[in-house]
């Protein structure tokens, strides 16, 4: 944040370190960094406890190479662009086995790569399956090193059960799989509240997974060298 200007988010929902935990609480990051005196400034410290908080349940990615699902075609185009743009990630083509798949259980009419529309899949097959299914696909895939899933969960579309997100978590353990959100908030706030405590990093805002991913990415290239 401290490299970006006022005026580039004027207009943009900020979230800031304090969303972490709710008004008045601090995350069990936030007490720890202060217990431990890990502050550095006031601009650094809050990408520290982010790229902390995704690394804290989810294993170093083996590259930058990520695949999303979104239920938003315009939404997987902006996350895209800002991959390649801004936090320098690649998104790949898939293996063939893996495409072939994915579009085996959407509709006909959309044609599946990475990044993956999610949705006429789920309009077709229930928003669990579809999640489920081609969030597993992807995770298999050998030119993926990590994986964000974007769950649209509101009163009308429905909320579906979340076990399927921790066990495909504990079935690939070497590949890290966030979690983000677009939706009403009173089902968010339950997600995370269900999904975080047993293993599963979750993000209110759907750039946040791509700029936690971005700085462990560079972690891991450093630490190899």
Not at 36 to 43: D, E
Not at 176 to 190: C, R
Request: charged fraction near 20%; charge should be negative; include cysteine.
């Amino acid at each position: 944040s401290c490299i970006t200007n006022a005026l580039a988010v004027h207009g943009r929902r900020v979230q800031t370190v304090e969303g972490l935990a709710e008004p008045g609480e601090l995350h069990p990051l936030q007490e720890a960094f202060h217990a431990n005196y890990g502050a550095q400034c006031g601009f650094c410290t809050p990408g520290m406890i982010l790229a902390a908080k995704a690394l804290s349940t989810m294993p170093l990615p083996q590259g930058n190479r990520v695949s999303l699902l979104a239920p938003s075609g315009a939404m997987l185009v902006c996350m895209t662009d800002l991959c390649h743009r801004r936090w320098g990630l690649e998104v790949p083509a898939f293996e063939e086995k893996t495409r072939r798949y994915l579009q085996d259980i959407s509709p006909p009419f959309i044609r599946i790569r990475n990044p993956v529309d999610i949705w006429p899949a789920a309009t077709v097959s229930g928003v669990e399956f579809a999640y489920r299914e081609g969030t597993e696909a992807v995770l298999k895939d050998a030119n993926i090193d990590a994986v964000v899933m974007i769950l649209m969960i509101t009163d009308e579309t429905g909320v579906p059960p979340l076990d399927f997100i921790i066990e495909l978590v504990q079935r690939y353990p070497d590949k890290p799989l966030y979690v983000a959100f677009t939706g009403q908030k009173k089902h968010m706030d339950a997600a995370k509240a269900y999904l975080e405590p047993r293993g599963v990093p979750t993000f209110p805002l759907v750039e946040e997974p791509f700029e936690a991913l971005s700085i462990l990415a560079r972690c891991r290239q450093a630490r190899d060298r």
